[in-house]
């Protein structure tokens, strides 16, 4: 089944913040001993990565929070203009249960870094640190 949006649909879509409390009149203020906003279910964006990217004259870099995960349990690598780093980690429980913890990321890797010469290691503290030197120029 197709749907037909009306032409007078505004250009950034559906302004939720609008729509939604007269339709759902308890979630615009309080209900109880609970205060509502309609920001609640418009979906946002996922801006808490606990990854620092830089990049300057020196060269690049990227820090990840890997403190829940071993060395071993993660995996670096170079696709294209891209370096991903993975981790999965298993945890067996008492009993039948299992613990799985998982995490993908893709960093663009700036024009002029010199690829080949990518490092990884892990901090004591945690801290994933991907790093790889500008390109050196001739001039």
Not at 17 to 29: A, D, S, T, Y
Not at 50 to 66: I, K, L, N, P, R
């Amino acid at each position: 089944m197709d749907f037909i949006l009306p032409p007078s649909l505004p250009v950034g879509g559906i302004p939720w913040e609008k729509v939604l409390p007269p339709l759902i009149p308890r979630l615009n203020g309080s209900y109880g001993q609970y205060n509502w906003s309609p920001k609640l279910l418009v979906p946002e964006t996922d801006n808490t990565s606990s990854a620092e990217v830089t990049c300057d004259e020196s060269g690049f870099t990227v820090q990840v929070d890997v403190k829940h995960f071993n060395p071993k349990d993660l995996l670096v690598k170079v696709t294209g203009d891209f370096v991903e780093v993975q981790g999965k980690h298993e945890e067996k429980k008492d009993g039948p249960g299992l613990t799985t913890r998982q995490f993908n990321r893709r960093y663009r890797i700036p024009k002029g870094v010199d690829t080949m010469a990518l490092e990884s290691a892990v901090s004591p503290e945690g801290i994933l640190i991907i790093s790889a030197p500008m390109l050196q120029t001739e001039n």
